[in-house]
């Protein structure tokens, strides 16, 4: 199992720029791929960026050019820097991490953990 905490969220105005990080223990070599995902008010989660464990960013494009996703393996964390933000970015950030799982011979994949979430409050 894998264990995810957030922090780095808060008040912001538009036009300035926020650093999430989400520190993760537990199964480390079980993590193949970790984002970052939000949910604003009254809005569906979405994905906002993933990187995989070979260190291959996407972004929405929504966030591209503005935001970038990095990790740092030997501290087990993963970032999200935020730049250029925007009322619309306004929600709460949520950390994932996807992960493979060995049960007896069969390998399961897929397999999600989520962070309880750090709020980005974009103010006009």
């Known amino acids: 199992q894998v264990q995810l905490v957030e922090s780095g969220g808060g008040l912001v105005q538009a036009g300035g720029s926020l650093r999430l990080s989400c520190a993760a223990s537990g199964s480390m070599f079980s993590i193949t791929a970790m984002a970052w995902y939000r949910q604003g008010p009254g809005k569906q989660r979405e994905l906002v960026a993933t990187?995989?464990?070979?260190?291959?960013?996407n972004y929405a494009d929504s966030v591209k050019g503005r935001f970038t996703i990095s990790r740092d393996n030997a501290k087990n964390t993963v970032y999200l820097q935020m730049n250029s933000l925007k009322p619309e970015d306004t929600g709460v950030y949520y950390c994932?991490?996807?992960?493979?799982?060995?049960?007896?011979?069969?390998?399961?994949?897929?397999?999600?953990?989520w962070g309880s979430g750090t709020l980005v409050t974009v103010s006009s």
């Open positions: 994932n991490a996807e992960t493979k799982e060995k049960v007896g011979l069969i390998w399961y994949y897929g397999i999600n953990y």
């Open positions: 990187v995989t464990s070979g260190g291959t960013a």
